[in-house]
């Protein structure tokens, strides 16, 4: 057993010691489950081991997705075979210049015309000019980092990273104090330093690292640096809105041992009015089709007052429809509350400055529940 910064989270959060004598749950969750228990490499640890004979700096854009393209298909046989138990770890040379060198030097090329997120703002981020909606330049900041107690049961104590800033402008954000600020009041860290937090949160007893925000997504390239100065086993968590484009899930679909995405709406007026974000629907369901693909996921949703017809049962419809009810789980959350601008002007946000009724609750997980959605025990 890993020491623990402070003693009893297991009085906190006995679910999360007695979630794991589900079978069920470590079934669908059987790739994070063995790599935070140490059983099997984390994907970044594989990504790490996979040669590439071309120095990426020496490439065009192009070739360099030609390079990465070529080292994904390497990549997905040696991780199958190191899942089938037909490798281990162990038997990889480490090479000069590997998979994951590729994705870094991706991620510093799309930093110069930015396309992390589907707002695609072209913004040279790596000179020092800021994104339209998430204003960063090419720095990262953290708010903070700890043992997190609060997430679903499977993730606690889960070793939680807070990136400043965001690309959503959510109308009723919780954390708009480092999400909706252009003044950046958290630390500022390399991707070294990142790393060194992630090794103390897993030394101290964290099951996963858990990247949010805000959102994690304008910091892809110092995450994806971060794994390269990282040298301990853990499962990484993307915790997101998931509104990345392609180019930004294919870096991390090879790096990701565990998607926990934020499904907020079930069609784009909402999304627009609500977080203006332009394209919702069609992009997040694509990348949820892509990312469970690729690794263990847990979607998250809010459940918003007066959204059950528009968002909550389209959201779940879609759900039971397109993923593998085999493999996902679903959070249906009751604990929405006004807050930021909805808090500030009640009157004009009158359809979300209430709670969720019980009501709408039942209703909600009754239709999951008929639909076949398994949403328990993740609370
Ligand atoms: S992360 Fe998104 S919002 Fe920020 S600059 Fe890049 S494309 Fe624009």
Same mark, same amino acid.
């Given at each position: 057993?890993?020491?623990?910064?402070?003693?009893?989270?297991?009085?906190?959060?006995?679910?999360?010691?007695?979630?794991?004598?589900?079978?069920?749950?470590?079934?669908?969750?059987?790739?994070?489950?063995? $790599?935070?228990?140490?059983?099997?490499?984390?994907?970044?640890?594989?990504?790490?081991?996979?040669?590439?004979?071309?120095?990426?700096?020496?490439?065009?854009?192009?070739?360099?997705?030609?390079?990465?393209?070529?080292?994904?298909?390497?990549?997905?046989?040696?991780?199958?075979?190191?899942? #089938?138990?037909?490798?281990?770890?162990?038997?990889?040379?480490?090479?000069?210049?590997?998979?994951?060198?590729?994705?870094?030097? /991706?991620?510093?090329?799309?930093?110069?015309?930015?396309?992390?997120?589907?707002?695609?703002?072209?913004?040279?981020?790596?000179?020092?000019?800021?994104?339209?909606?998430?204003?960063?330049?090419?720095?990262?900041?953290?708010?903070?980092?700890?043992?997190? /107690?609060?997430?679903?049961? !499977?993730?606690?104590?889960?070793?939680?990273?807070?990136?400043?800033?965001? #690309?959503?402008?959510?109308?009723?954000?919780?954390?708009?104090?480092?999400?909706?600020?252009?003044?950046?009041?958290?630390?500022?860290?390399?991707?070294?330093?990142?790393?060194?937090?992630?090794?103390?949160?897993?030394? #101290?007893?964290?099951?996963?690292?858990?990247?949010?925000?805000?959102?994690?997504?304008?910091? /892809?390239?110092?995450?994806?640096?971060?794994?390269?100065?990282?040298?301990?086993?853990?499962?990484?968590?993307?915790?997101?809105?998931?509104?990345?484009? $392609?180019?930004?899930?294919?870096?991390?679909?090879?790096?990701?041992?565990?998607?926990?995405?934020?499904?907020?709406?079930?069609?784009?007026?909402?999304?627009?009015?609500?977080?203006?974000?332009?394209?919702?629907?069609?992009? $997040?369901?694509?990348?949820?089709?892509?990312?469970?693909?690729?690794?263990?996921?847990?979607?998250?949703? /809010?459940?918003?007052?007066?959204?059950?017809?528009?968002?909550?049962?389209?959201?779940?419809?879609?759900?039971?429809?397109?993923? !593998?009810?085999?493999?996902?789980?679903?959070?249906?959350?009751?604990?929405?509350?006004?807050?930021?601008? $909805?808090?500030?002007? !009640?009157?004009?946000?009158?359809?979300?400055?209430?709670?969720?009724?019980?009501?709408?609750?039942?209703?909600?997980?009754?239709?999951?529940?008929?639909?076949?959605?398994?949403?328990?025990?993740?609370?």
């Amino acid at each position: 057993m890993r020491r623990m910064l402070f003693g009893s989270w297991i009085l906190y959060r006995p679910d999360a010691v007695q979630v794991w004598k589900n079978q069920d749950v470590i079934r669908r969750l059987s790739w994070y489950y063995k $790599v935070m228990k140490d059983i099997k490499p984390a994907k970044f640890m594989i990504a790490k081991r996979i040669e590439v004979h071309d120095d990426p700096r020496k490439l065009d854009f192009e070739g360099l997705w030609d390079l990465h393209d070529k080292a994904a298909k390497d990549f997905r046989r040696t991780f199958s075979d190191i899942k #089938n138990d037909n490798l281990t770890l162990s038997e990889l040379e480490k090479p000069k210049t590997s998979f994951l060198d590729v994705k870094i030097e /991706l991620t510093k090329r799309m930093l110069k015309k930015c396309i992390f997120c589907e707002r695609k703002c072209m913004v040279d981020r790596a000179n020092g000019h800021l994104g339209l909606v998430c204003k960063l330049d090419y720095k990262t900041y953290v708010h903070s980092w700890f043992h997190h /107690l609060g997430e679903e049961s !499977p993730l606690v104590p889960s070793g939680t990273i807070f990136y400043g800033s965001c #690309n959503f402008r959510c109308i009723y954000c919780q954390n708009y104090d480092i999400s909706q600020t252009e003044i950046y009041s958290g630390v500022e860290v390399t991707a070294k330093e990142l790393a060194v937090i992630q090794k103390e949160l897993r030394v #101290n007893g964290a099951r996963n690292i858990n990247h949010v925000g805000g959102e994690p997504t304008p910091n /892809l390239h110092t995450i994806v640096e971060s794994l390269k100065y990282l040298d301990i086993n853990v499962p990484q968590l993307w915790n997101s809105n998931m509104y990345l484009t $392609v180019e930004s899930m294919k870096i991390l679909v090879d790096i990701i041992d565990i998607w926990l995405p934020d499904f907020k709406y079930g069609n784009n007026e909402c999304a627009m009015r609500l977080s203006s974000a332009p394209k919702y629907f069609e992009t $997040v369901t694509r990348n949820l089709e892509i990312a469970i693909k690729h690794g263990d996921m847990i979607i998250r949703h /809010l459940v918003l007052p007066n959204h059950l017809e528009c968002c909550t049962k389209p959201i779940l419809r879609w759900i039971a429809k397109n993923l !593998p009810k085999d493999k996902v789980l679903v959070n249906i959350m009751a604990q929405y509350r006004p807050e930021y601008l $909805v808090a500030k002007h !009640p009157s004009k946000w009158s359809e979300i400055a209430r709670r969720p009724t019980h009501k709408e609750m039942v209703e909600a997980y009754s239709l999951a529940k008929s639909l076949g959605i398994a949403f328990e025990p993740v609370s």
